[in-house]
């Protein structure tokens, strides 16, 4: 069974400060990697996709792909308030159908 | 470019009934994805539709089936409610292939009681 797993947090940092969200996966032969944000009550959306290996930088978010350790990486720079959600990785491997993680909270203190 | 447009926000129903849920997806989006999230069990994968067909099927009981129509509308519905079918149902679109980014209506709000 494919799984991704994710730290439930809450990860707290301090406003300003480099936030860092983790996930591994544990299909091989995934291909395509998202990451979306999840305020409480709303919907996910779509905050960075990465296929290949390395860095992806998109303003204040960079997402980091090692697909020999089946690990894929979050990164917020100088985190906002306003950043403070739930973040879930998805992973797609053959099929048309991402699997998600249960998400990292959090929480962005001023 | 509107968004993805799911209706009604919110129902309550008792165990037993039945419900039907609509989603819109995005102009020129063909993939219609039903998800249903809970606290405990995070967001899990219900169906998915492209060109009216079911292309993907989750693990859940028949009493959760969809459609899709020729404009790519989609709908989902659950019989004989049970209390356990509460939760957030959320549907995604998007064009239909590989890798694909989903985008993800407002969801509704089902409550069994």
């Known amino acids: 069974q494919k799984e991704v797993e994710q730290n439930s947090g809450p990860l707290s940092v301090p406003e300003g400060a480099i936030a860092s969200l983790n996930c591994t996966y544990s299909?091989?032969?995934?291909?395509?990697f998202f990451w979306y944000r999840q305020y409480s009550g709303k919907s996910p959306e779509l905050i960075m996709s990465?296929?290949?290996?390395g860095d992806k930088e998109d303003g204040r978010f960079t997402a980091q792909l090692n697909k020999a350790s089946q690990y894929v990486s979050l990164l917020i720079r100088d985190s906002q308030p306003s950043d403070s959600a739930t973040y879930l990785c998805?992973?797609?491997?053959?099929?048309?159908?991402?699997?998600f993680g249960r998400g990292t909270s959090l929480i962005v203190h001023p | 470019k509107a968004g993805v447009t799911q209706t009604p926000r919110y129902l309550i129903k008792t165990r037993g009934q039945q419900v039907t849920l609509s989603c819109s997806p995005i102009?020129?989006?063909?993939?219609v994805s039903w998800y249903q999230q809970t606290p405990g069990q995070g967001l899990q994968f219900l169906f998915e539709?492209?060109?009216?067909?079911?292309?993907n099927k989750g693990n859940f009981p028949g009493r959760f089936s969809g459609r899709q129509f020729s404009n790519s509308r989609s709908e989902m519905n659950v019989s004989t409610l049970e209390l356990g079918d509460s939760a957030l149902y959320l549907c995604?679109?998007?064009?239909?292939?590989?890798?694909?980014?989903?985008?993800f209506g407002s969801g509704t709000q089902l409550s069994v009681l």
């Open positions: 998805a992973v797609r491997g053959g099929s048309y159908i991402p699997t």
């Open positions: 990465i296929y290949s290996n």
């Open positions: 995604a679109s998007s064009l239909g292939g590989h890798n694909e980014k989903l985008f």
């Open positions: 102009s020129g989006h063909r993939s």
């Open positions: 539709y492209f060109s009216e067909t079911q292309r």
């Open positions: 299909d091989r032969g995934s291909q395509s």
